[in-house]
């Protein structure tokens, strides 16, 4: 059965904690009509002053395109889980991180809602495949995971998780209506815990707390090297982008010349992952068809625009 099209535009969050909050504001200030459920009736008081603190901030921001009031129009906070989801062309689960109490709501939600509209969770970690084990298979290759940054009304990467189970018309259900809430889903080849979100920010945490602990620097010190070196760089491109632009010649010249050292690195910490010829000539050469050699001078003086509208904001 196709989604009616009157429903595409209607999304139920399972969840009214933090991230069912900011997700009611992400859909609704693009258009859609949103339900949004919880089981505690304390719950829908507390989102709903949320809700109004984050709509008055991004009105403060300039970030706002019409007033609180028609956004919040567009929310509805219930106790009834089938009243939530009823309708509804896309299924968004914000509950806790614990796939006991994920898998029985998206059991219940996909009772009452047809065969197409995919079923998401918010999960941060836990494999769709762990979430799909106890569900019946019509149910379970409706679910994916759609992992998103916090809050996703302000960063737009979304990943989105399929099941080796899931049917590839959820995935691209799935994509389509994240795109039309403006985000940037990232599909999730494999399935891995974590995804790709949390192991890049997990890899940097580890060697955060290793430094700490030998005593190298300090939590603000290295606070410090992100916010005012690394995390500047990456809020406008990824580490194989700023590897690829360090070094003339590109990625290939910036893994011979460093590659070695941190190969090194990661030794230290027990970790034997090293940047073999053929690893590296695979990441060349999905950079190059990214960026061509030729136009590298020109991409590294955008780069540096960049850092200097930052600068310009930050110093």
């Given amino acids: ?75 509805r906070f219930t106790t009834s889980l089938p009243d939530a989801v009823t309708g509804a062309g896309f299924v968004q689960e914000c509950a806790p991180e614990r796939a006991e109490v994920k898998v029985p709501l998206l059991r219940e939600a996909a009772s009452f809602t047809t065969d197409d509209v995919p079923l998401a969770s918010s999960s941060s970690a836990i494999v769709p495949s762990t979430l799909c084990a106890d569900l019946p298979e019509d149910v379970a290759r409706r679910v994916l995971v759609g992992h998103p940054g916090n809050p996703p009304y302000l960063l737009p990467v979304i990943e989105v998780v399929p099941a080796p189970v899931t049917a ?97 690195m990661g030794a230290e910490r027990g970790q034997h992952d090293p940047w073999t010829p053929d690893l590296v000539a695979e990441a060349t050469a999905q950079r190059r068809k990214l960026l061509d050699l030729a136009d590298w001078d020109a991409r590294v003086l955008w780069r540096d625009e960049q850092l200097l509208r930052l600068r310009a904001i930050f110093d």
């Fill in 1 to 75: 059965m196709a989604i009616a099209s009157e429903n595409r535009r209607c999304a139920a969050l399972l969840g009214a904690g933090s991230i069912g909050v900011s997700f009611a504001i992400l859909f609704a200030t693009k258009g859609f009509a949103v339900g949004v459920f919880d089981p505690d009736p304390a719950a829908q008081p507390r989102a709903a002053a949320e809700l109004t603190r984050r709509l008055d901030q991004l009105r403060a921001f300039g970030q706002l395109d019409e007033d609180p009031e028609r956004v919040t129009a567009r929310i």
């Fill in 168 to 264: 590839p018309r959820i995935v691209d259900a799935a994509v389509s209506v994240y795109r039309a809430a403006g985000m940037r889903p990232v599909l999730v080849r494999k399935e891995v815990e974590g995804f790709v979100f949390n192991r890049l920010q997990g890899a940097l945490l580890r060697e955060a707390y290793c430094l700490l602990r030998d005593g190298v620097a300090t939590v603000d010190d290295i606070d410090e090297v992100v916010r005012s070196g690394l995390g500047r760089r990456w809020s406008f491109m990824g580490p194989f982008e700023t590897s690829d632009l360090n070094t003339r010649g590109g990625l290939a010249s910036h893994a011979e010349k460093m590659g070695p050292a941190y190969q090194r």
